[in-house]
């Protein structure tokens, strides 16, 4: 009887540890890293937009908290912690991580080749060496870049609209950062063809913000140029501070600059970038490879013009500027 009753019970064991399998299977929540180069999800002025990612990822049916589970790290504009941020995401074992700015992305690389990696916000990703190439990334990395030859052209030429006897340009780079290289030789390009000067200037850490800013005064330049960096999306609100004291009109390429004080900005569309975002998230929780996925580029562009910033350095914004605009700050 004894052996009977165990081999009912082994016969039971076996026909339902599928079941059992299949059941943890079922309600194994997916959690994603989010690496951060500069500001937290959370901080003032950020939570509209990574509120567009997780509407994306809502649409898409994914509920946080309940069916996907979000990490959160920061380097908070210090890139030297990006290294460990990324260590705690992969010790983690998160499925996917999600890489904001191109020294958060090579952080991720080196910290992990088999966690798939969405980058977003990166210029080059090709130049960077983050991947093969555009059309088949290979590796583990995929995503968004917001690289587009023509922009920092654009900006340059909109800043020239509004200052048109400005002669040189101030343009404030990051070294740290290596997407902040071809956004200035796109600069230098662009700069001869409208017929202005550019003057580089590096910051490379907040201290080094004021010494800038100096330099833009000894060098009597004529308007700012602020590239794209995560440093100085922490310290927006400080450089818009500073370039309105210097009477400086400054361009930008994220709206956020815009509306933290700065005169005007024109560049890719965050929401729309972070809401693309979610799409490759999504298709990599279900099955998709990062070596298969297509690098996509910004397709939605914004101007925005905060007219009290202009009403402070006594500049007029021209009407068919402003008719332009996507929005204007009054």
Known sequence: MRRIGLAVVLAVSVILAPVATEAQQATKVPRVGFLLAGLRSGSQGIQPYFGAFRQALHELSYVEGQSIAIEYRSAEGRYERLPDLAAELVRLKVDVIVAVATPAVQAAKLATKAIPIVMLSVGDPVAAGLVAS????????????????????????????????????????????????????????????????????????????????VAMTRERAGALLVLVDSMFIVQRERIADLAAKSRLPAMYGLRLHAEAGGLMAYGANLRDLLRHTATFVDKILKGAKPADLPIEQPTKFELVINLKTAKVLGLTIPQSLLVRADQVIE
């Open 134 to 213: 555009v059309a088949r990334p290979g590796g583990n990395i995929t995503g968004l870049s917001n690289f587009a030859p023509e922009l920092v052209g654009k900006q340059l030429q909109l800043l020239r609209e509004v200052a048109p006897t400005v002669s040189l340009v101030v343009v404030l780079s990051n070294p740290a950062n290596p997407g902040n290289a071809p956004q200035m030789r796109e600069a230098e390009t662009a700069a001869r063809a409208l017929g202005l000067r550019v003057q580089p200037l590096e910051a490379q850490g907040p201290s080094d913000i004021d010494r800038a800013v």
